[in-house]
T-cell receptor, first 113, second 115 residues
Framework: DAGITQSPRYKITETGRQVTLMCHQT?????MFWYRQDLGHGLRLIYY???????DKGEVPDGYVVSRSKTENFPLTLESATRSQTSVYFC????????????FGPGTRLTVL | AQKVTQAQTEISVVEKEDVTLDCVYE???????LFWYKQPPSGELVFLIR??????QNEISGRYSWNFQKSTSSFNFTITASQVVDSAVYFC????????????FGGGTRLMVKP
């Protein structure tokens, strides 16, 4: 009954390093999402996925890569981390399209030094 | 393009007071969905309510109530007899039928309930 989990919960890295944030959901939801939350900007969509092997860009995709080989997992990779990517990252999932609610994971606080 | 505005960035009340959080939205779609989420100090995002554009009935859940008015494009949230545990950031969000289930969030309202 884990629902949606994210790992790690906290991460400190250095500029230029590759970082992968993990997201796992146990509901078999079709849709999964990645958001970042920054002071002054609220939550902004980075990428989303409608199903395994189907991904699409959101509002702020630059500097991020996603993949979805399995329905339950949706990792987010920062290929070369920058300080501007210091943020809290939330993963979410929903069963279907706009009729369904998005449920959020606990978040990952990422600091890029 | 869809947009959500929460004009109140911060509200402070004393316990047991009633408080209303405002949410105004913009959309060109005729079918859309409105949401409220709560983010307590622990940081997680908790779903509170979903409303579709064809259902303007107000909803009450315990001390929480929501007033949806299409005529003013507003979806306001009222907490009656506020409690310290209501202290959180509250987000209003909008999803359009034609936007692939993407949520657009307002900037959030930080509610502080003082004992």
């Amino acid at each position: 009954d884990a629902g949606i989990t994210q790992s790690p919960r906290y991460k400190i890295t250095e500029t230029g390093r590759q970082v992968t944030l993990m997201c796992h959901q146990t509901w078999s939801h079709s849709y999964m999402f990645w958001y970042r939350q920054d002071l002054g900007h609220g939550l902004r969509l980075i990428y989303y996925s409608a199903a395994a092997d189907i991904t699409d860009k959101g509002e702020v995709p630059d500097g991020y890569v996603v993949s979805r080989s399995k329905t339950e997992n949706f990792p987010l990779t920062l290929e070369s981390a920058t300080r501007s990517q210091t943020s809290v990252y939330f993963c979410a999932s929903s069963a279907g399209r706009t009729t369904d609610t998005q449920y959020f994971g606990p978040g990952t606080r990422l600091t890029v030094l | 393009a869809q947009k959500v505005t929460q004009a109140q960035t911060e509200i402070s009340v004393v316990e047991k007071e009633d408080v209303t959080l405002d949410c105004v939205y913009e959309t060109r779609d005729t079918t859309y969905y409105l949401f409220w989420y709560k983010q307590p100090p622990s940081g997680e995002l908790v779903f509170l309510i979903r409303r579709n554009s064809f259902d303007e009935q107000n909803e009450i859940s315990g001390r929480y109530s929501w007033n949806f008015q299409k005529s003013t494009s507003s979806f306001n949230f009222t907490i009656t007899a506020s409690q310290v545990v209501d202290s959180a950031v509250y987000f209003c969000a909008l999803s359009e039928r034609n936007a692939g289930n993407m949520l657009t969030f307002g900037g959030g309202t930080r509610l502080m309930v003082k004992p």
